[in-house]
């Protein structure tokens, strides 16, 4: 198993920025696709973004795109998204995911097999 966890959330105005940071260990075999979701109070999770092994592939949710940016660093077995111009339509809990399949195979569905605990995020308007 691999276990993820999340950094970096917290309160920000309209308009602000964060920067999510998620740590991987255990199986970094787990870890060649990784993205974020998010889920707000009453909704179902949604995917954010996702990017691959080499960091040559990304997808955006459509919502973010202009606006968030993943990356990651395998060295640090860690990935990143960094949040820009907010809105509190943003607001969610953030969750860091990973899946031992390439990022082909888990597009589309981004049904990641590994999830950390999440971390909030919080805009004020």
């Known amino acids: 198993q691999v276990r993820l966890v999340e950094s970096g959330g917290g309160l920000v105005q309209a308009g602000g920025s964060l920067r999510l940071s998620c740590a991987a260990s255990g199986r970094t075999f787990s870890t060649n696709t990784m993205g974020w979701l998010r889920q707000a109070p009453g909704k179902e999770r949604e995917f954010v973004a996702a990017?691959?092994?080499?960091?040559?592939?990304?997808n955006y949710a459509d919502s973010v795109k202009g606006r968030f940016t993943i990356s990651r660093d395998n060295a640090k077995r860690s990935v990143y998204l960094q949040l820009n111009s907010l809105k509190p339509e943003d607001t969610a809990v953030y969750f860091c995911?990973?899946?031992?399949?390439?990022?082909?195979?888990?597009?589309?569905?981004?049904?990641?097999?590994?999830w950390g605990q999440g971390t909030q995020v919080t805009v004020s308007s």
């Open positions: 990017i691959s092994w080499a960091g040559d592939n990304k």
């Open positions: 995911a990973a899946d031992s399949r390439n990022f082909e195979a888990v597009g589309g569905a981004w049904d990641f097999h590994s």
